[in-house]
RNA sequence: GCUGGUGUGGCGAAAUGGCAGACGCACGGGACUCAAAAUCCCGCGAGGGCAACUUCAUGUGGGUUCGACUCCCACCACCAGCACCA
């Protein structure tokens, strides 16, 4: 019997699997539930590449082990099909969006199959169809409801590329997150969500998740929760005050002025009429700043003085005002206490504008140079002389408080999130504007608001909508009066942030899904997907379920209970995998020459799953290589006659339970390269014994077969042809997976090594399993140990148990 | 500047504080062959020794320990994220 492996097995099992729906899901099973979902695609034009691959083959093998495992696993698959590249495509080729997306997603749609996983398509999702985005605008609309959404005039992050604004996330560097370029600061009036309100839970549930450290520390840092103090500086001669926000309020009696940022409302109010012009010029050109130039840390400080005067909280001193972009409208309040002698950037304005400087911290050991920054004893505070850094905060505070001004705060670096795009490929905003009635969200009974077809493309900075009158004039829902409609459409962003909820009901035309079902399926058990999305995608999606939850409408509080990162599969030269660099290596070739299953098997031997690395051609031939001795094993198997020698052997025993042991605990960890690695050598062990003359047939058998179920997942097409071929007429995914019986997994006979002073002089063979007092006294007796011992005091002798004696003389 | 990660043969890489380099690639030798390919067997960190053996080796320097790739401290290099965040 002919048991190889050649790409004609993929095409014959898809196709079976197809027919005999092989992997349809069950929702009603009683097995317990585990939903293993990878991060959705944007449906590009190119085929499926490596990433792809990376990213959705081995998760898919873990997926299988899992189902063996007696697992009703549910691992769906879809498309994250708005956003720009369509409609950039569009723009350039006249080509609609919607029609390249759906060519698109046909052909992904059909290399995804040759992968061989096991999705059930009948719960596919597309996020740009009406069935699907109808409710993304529903949640639009109930965030609203709860006070989450609303519209703002504020600063925002521009693209001049994308022609479109941008969230903060999508914007950090001072770049566009898709495109690269430079942002613009523009004053806008703009749709967000609340996310700050969630900023503290947010930043709570990530304690309790199985994420990796460095993704959870990067949402940390992007919330960037900060505790200071809150101080109140009242203006000479207004009823305004100064808020400003500070972490080292022990510094707060070297005061000598303030800044405020130049968008700070309070600037107009408080600006002597003398000093209007130099303030209006000054606020002018920093508009005209790009927001590198403007956040440069090596740029020399520039500002302006208002003329108005602030009240010191405490000396009653007066210290001036002054305007300045070092001061960030955005973050805390908008205004700091300017501190030159403990401050780097204080101390530079200070100096440039010739400004006091009074030093109040001195270091411990009394060596203090200008601007010292760390903690250390006060001086120069009047009643607080003397205290350290850290007990003149809650003294000074405890001042203020009596005075009502100031108090301990907290603020965070995290924005909220800005929703609309000036762009055409995207869920309309469900939002009118009515003469009368002003802003009106459109009922939910009449959505979804549809996204027109016939617009024109061509970029001006609004979104094409704008000028698509069918779509624009509309009627207020509520009061019946000429309207028009919003023509934003959403982040795309918003479409994910929930798409792992609609996967568990994607057909339900009555609501976004039905509570019951994600009650049972949520959260997501394993997600797999890049870390370039720790601070959006997944910042987000948390978010989204989060208010979904308050609302009633989920139970848990996480949607991804446990995370896994892909690595990056780069080119042979060791970079990014780049059209421009020409070191592309294409999935497609190899799988058209060496079969789906030896690429996936490849993928999983030649790198870390979490790491990645360079592609190498030499890797692929000696999987290829590999698929040929495990041919040969089922050959040798098929070939043997049943026989009444009952003779156990133990060896061949003992590899196959260590390697079932082996295995399972490395693909559970998603160590596929030493899942194989140990698969490797099994396969050496079985094939070593078959050529002994004394076969077991019934321990072939059970070893043979408890192989193929080991290899199953990593080799899907392959494993069930051969499962077929040994006789079987189910599927070798509806096999249980191997147990291992751990006293099997260690041989009767072990080497041990003796050392003596930690270095080794000897190894011995010992029963397995002996006790301390066995091997001490078969270590002690061997004779090249004795050379080193001879005439020697014994100390202390170590006993690890089958591994090695230590004898410290 | 701050934060995090990584650093092991010619290469991809393994190692709950317990025999460093599993598994594989490449390379060398041998078997089979008229020959080659394929396949199989052996070797393969570096130095020294005819040899049994022995010394040195996990970025560098210290430390803890009977014992350190693994834990601690300092440093170097590379990569990534954040960066005028008060």
Same mark, same amino acid.
């Given at each position: 019997?002919?048991?190889?492996?050649?790409?004609?097995?993929?095409?014959?099992?898809?196709?079976?699997?197809?027919?005999?729906?092989?992997?349809?899901?069950?929702?009603?099973?009683?097995?317990?539930?585990?939903?293993?979902?990878?991060?959705?695609?944007?449906?590009?034009?190119?085929?499926?590449?490596?990433?792809?691959?990376?990213?959705?083959?081995?998760?898919?093998?873990?997926?299988?082990?899992?189902?063996?495992?007696?697992?009703?696993?549910?691992?769906?698959?879809?498309?994250?099909?708005?956003?720009?590249?369509?409609?950039?495509?569009?723009?350039?080729?006249?080509?609609?969006?919607?029609?390249?997306?759906?060519?698109?997603?046909?052909?992904?749609?059909?290399?995804?199959?040759?992968?061989?996983? *096991?999705?059930?398509?009948?719960?596919?999702?597309?996020?740009?169809?009406?069935?699907?985005?109808?409710?993304?605008?529903?949640?639009?609309?109930?965030?609203?409801?709860?006070?989450?959404?609303?519209?703002?005039?504020?600063?925002?992050?521009?693209?001049?590329?994308?022609?479109?604004?941008?969230?903060?996330?999508?914007?950090?560097?001072?770049?566009?997150?898709?495109?690269?370029?430079?942002?613009?600061?523009?004053?806008? *009036?703009?749709?967000?969500?609340?996310?700050?309100?969630?900023?503290?839970?947010?930043?709570?549930?990530?304690?309790?998740?199985?994420?990796?450290?460095?993704?959870?520390?990067?949402?940390?840092?992007?919330?960037?929760?900060?505790?200071?103090?809150?101080?109140?500086?009242?203006?000479?001669?207004?009823?305004?005050?100064?808020?400003?926000?500070?972490?080292?309020?022990? *510094?707060?009696?070297?005061?000598?002025?303030?800044?405020?940022?130049?968008?700070?409302?309070?600037?107009?109010?408080?600006?002597?009429?003398?000093?209007?012009?130099?303030?209006?010029?000054?606020?002018?050109?920093?508009?005209?700043?790009?927001?590198?130039?403007?956040?440069?840390?090596?740029?020399?400080?520039?500002?302006?003085?208002?003329?108005?005067?602030?009240?010191?909280?405490?000396?009653?001193?007066?210290?001036?005002?002054?305007?300045?972009?070092?001061?960030?409208?955005?973050?805390?309040?908008?205004?700091?206490?300017?501190?030159?002698?403990?401050?780097?950037?204080?101390?530079?304005?200070?100096?440039?504008?010739?400004?006091?400087?009074?030093?109040?911290?001195?270091?411990?050991?009394?060596?203090?140079?200008?601007?010292?920054?760390?903690?250390?004893?006060?001086?120069?505070?009047?009643?607080?002389?003397?205290?350290?850094?850290?007990?003149?905060?809650?003294?000074?505070?405890?001042?203020?408080?009596?005075?009502?001004?100031?108090?301990?705060?907290?603020?965070?670096?995290?924005?909220?999130?800005?929703?609309?795009?000036?762009?055409?490929?995207?869920?309309?905003?469900?939002?009118?504007?009515?003469?009368?009635?002003?802003?009106?969200?459109?009922?939910?009974?009449?959505?979804?608001?549809?996204?027109?077809?016939?617009?024109?493309?061509?970029?001006?900075?609004?979104?094409?909508?704008?000028?698509?009158?069918?779509?624009?004039?509309?009627?207020?829902?509520?009061?019946?009066?000429?309207?028009?409609?919003?023509?934003?459409?959403?982040?795309?962003?918003?479409?994910?942030?929930?798409?792992?909820?609609?996967?568990?009901?994607?057909?339900?035309?009555?609501?976004?899904?039905?509570?019951?079902?994600?009650?049972?399926?949520?959260?997501?058990?394993?997600?797999?997907?890049?870390?370039?999305?720790?601070?959006?995608?997944?910042?987000?999606?948390?978010?989204?379920?989060?208010?979904?939850?308050?609302?009633?409408?989920?139970?848990?509080?996480?949607?991804?209970?446990?995370?896994?990162?892909?690595?990056?599969?780069?080119?042979?030269?060791?970079?990014?995998?780049?059209?421009?660099?020409?070191?592309?290596?294409?999935?497609?070739?190899?799988?058209?020459?060496?079969?789906?299953?030896?690429?996936?098997?490849?993928?999983?031997?030649?790198?870390?799953?979490?790491?990645?690395?360079?592609?190498?051609?030499?890797?692929?031939?000696?999987?290829?290589?590999?698929?040929?001795?495990?041919?040969?094993?089922?050959?040798?198997?098929?070939?043997?006659?049943?026989?009444?020698?009952?003779?156990?052997?133990?060896?061949?025993?003992?590899?196959?339970?260590?390697?079932?042991?082996?295995?399972?605990?490395?693909?559970?960890?998603?160590?596929?390269?030493?899942?194989?690695?140990?698969?490797?050598?099994?396969?050496?062990?079985?094939?070593?014994?078959?050529?002994?003359?004394?076969?077991?047939?019934?321990?072939?058998?059970?070893?043979?077969?408890?192989?193929?179920?080991?290899?199953?997942?990593?080799?899907?097409?392959?494993?069930?042809?051969?499962?077929?071929?040994?006789?079987?007429?189910?599927?070798?995914?509806?096999?249980?997976?191997?147990?291992?019986?751990?006293?099997? *997994?260690?041989?009767?006979?072990?080497? %041990?090594?003796?050392?003596?002073?930690?270095?080794?002089?000897?190894?011995?063979?010992?029963?397995?399993?002996?006790?301390?007092?066995?091997?001490?006294?078969?270590?002690?007796?061997?004779?090249?140990?004795?050379?080193?011992?001879?005439?020697?005091?014994?100390?202390?002798?170590?006993? %690890?148990?089958?591994?090695?004696?230590?004898?410290?003389?």
């Amino acid at each position: 019997m002919d048991f190889s492996y050649s790409k004609s097995v993929d095409d014959k099992w898809r196709k079976i699997w197809e027919e005999r729906k092989t992997y349809k899901f069950n929702e009603d099973s009683d097995k317990p539930k585990y939903y293993l979902l990878e991060m959705f695609s944007y449906p590009s034009a190119s085929k499926l590449h490596m990433g792809h691959w990376w990213n959705y083959s081995l998760p898919d093998s873990f997926g299988r082990m899992k189902r063996m495992q007696g697992y009703n696993v549910f691992q769906p698959m879809g498309f994250d099909a708005f956003g720009l590249p369509a409609e950039n495509y569009a723009i350039k080729t006249g080509i609609h969006p919607k029609d390249s997306t759906q060519k698109n997603i046909e052909t992904m749609e059909e290399q995804l199959k040759q992968l061989g996983a *096991t999705y059930d398509w009948d719960y596919e999702i597309k996020t740009n169809e009406e069935e699907y985005y109808k409710w993304t605008q529903w949640v639009f609309l109930k965030l609203y409801e709860k006070g989450l959404a609303y519209r703002k005039d504020a600063p925002v992050n521009y693209c001049p590329h994308c022609q479109t604004v941008l969230a903060n996330e999508q914007a950090s560097g001072g770049e566009c997150e898709r495109c690269h370029t430079k942002v613009e600061h523009k004053h806008l *009036t703009q749709w967000f969500f609340k996310i700050t309100d969630y900023a503290d839970k947010l930043l709570e549930g990530l304690k309790d998740l199985d994420w990796p450290e460095r993704t959870k520390r990067i949402q940390t840092n992007w919330i960037g929760k900060n505790t200071g103090a809150k101080v109140v500086f009242n203006v000479e001669g207004h009823d305004e005050k100064i808020e400003v926000f500070t972490t080292r309020v022990d *510094t707060l009696m070297g005061v000598t002025y303030v800044v405020l940022a130049p968008e700070n409302e309070l600037v107009d109010k408080i600006t002597t009429a003398d000093q209007k012009g130099e303030i209006e010029d000054y606020k002018q050109k920093v508009l005209h700043l790009s927001e590198i130039d403007r956040t440069s840390t090596v740029r020399e400080k520039t500002g302006a003085f208002t003329g108005a005067y602030a009240i010191h909280p405490l000396t009653k001193k007066r210290v001036p005002v002054y305007i300045s972009d070092y001061v960030l409208a955005s973050y805390g309040t908008g205004a700091v206490m300017a501190v030159p002698a403990h401050d780097e950037r204080d101390y530079a304005f200070a100096k440039k504008f010739g400004l006091e400087i009074k030093e109040v911290i001195k270091s411990p050991d009394g060596e203090t140079t200008l601007p010292y920054t760390s903690s250390g004893v006060l001086v120069n505070s009047g009643e607080f002389d003397g205290l350290e850094s850290g007990k003149a905060k809650l003294a000074i505070v405890e001042k203020l408080k009596q005075n009502g001004l100031g108090e301990m705060t907290t603020t965070y670096r995290l924005r909220d999130w800005l929703i609309s795009r000036q762009r055409y490929w995207g869920a309309p905003i469900p939002v009118v504007y009515c003469e009368h009635c002003g802003i009106v969200p459109v009922p939910e009974s009449q959505l979804p608001v549809k996204l027109p077809y016939n617009v024109d493309f061509k970029p001006t900075g609004k979104s094409p909508l704008y000028y698509c009158d069918e779509f624009v004039n509309t009627t207020c829902p509520k009061c019946g009066a000429k309207a028009r409609r919003e023509t934003d459409t959403l982040d795309t962003f918003v479409c994910s942030s929930w798409y792992y909820l609609r996967y568990l009901d994607p057909h339900n035309s009555k609501a976004p899904f039905d509570k019951a079902k994600v009650d049972k399926f949520m959260p997501v058990d394993k997600y797999v997907g890049g870390v370039e999305h720790a601070a959006m995608h997944l910042l987000y999606a948390r978010f989204i379920y989060k208010a979904l939850g308050d609302m009633g409408y989920v139970s848990g509080q996480e949607p991804f209970k446990s995370l896994i990162h892909q690595g990056t599969i780069l080119g042979a030269d060791g970079q990014k995998m780049s059209k421009s660099l020409g070191n592309t290596v294409s999935a497609d070739e190899y799988v058209a020459k060496f079969g789906s299953d030896v690429f996936r098997t490849y993928l999983g031997f030649g790198f870390s799953y979490t790491e990645g690395g360079p592609w190498s051609d030499d890797g692929i031939l000696a999987i290829n290589k590999f698929f040929q001795k495990v041919a040969k094993v089922f050959e040798n198997f098929y070939d043997l006659k049943s026989n009444e020698n009952k003779q156990v052997d133990e060896e061949l025993e003992v590899w196959l339970n260590k390697t079932i042991k082996n295995v399972t605990e490395d693909m559970e960890n998603f160590q596929f390269n030493t899942s194989i690695a140990r698969l490797m050598e099994l396969t050496s062990a079985i094939t070593k014994y078959q050529t002994r003359k004394d076969r077991n047939y019934e321990q072939e058998k059970h070893t043979v077969y408890s192989y193929a179920k080991l290899l199953a997942p990593l080799m899907p097409h392959y494993m069930e042809d051969v499962w077929e071929k040994l006789g079987h007429e189910t599927s070798i995914f509806d096999e249980a997976w191997p147990k291992y019986d751990i006293s099997k *997994t260690v041989a009767k006979q072990v080497e %041990i090594a003796v050392q003596v002073n930690g270095q080794i002089r000897a190894r011995i063979n010992i029963p397995a399993d002996s006790s301390d007092e066995d091997m001490k006294k078969l270590a002690l007796e061997n004779q090249s140990v004795q050379n080193y011992t001879n005439g020697k005091q014994i100390k202390k002798v170590i006993c %690890i148990k089958n591994r090695l004696v230590n004898i410290v003389v």
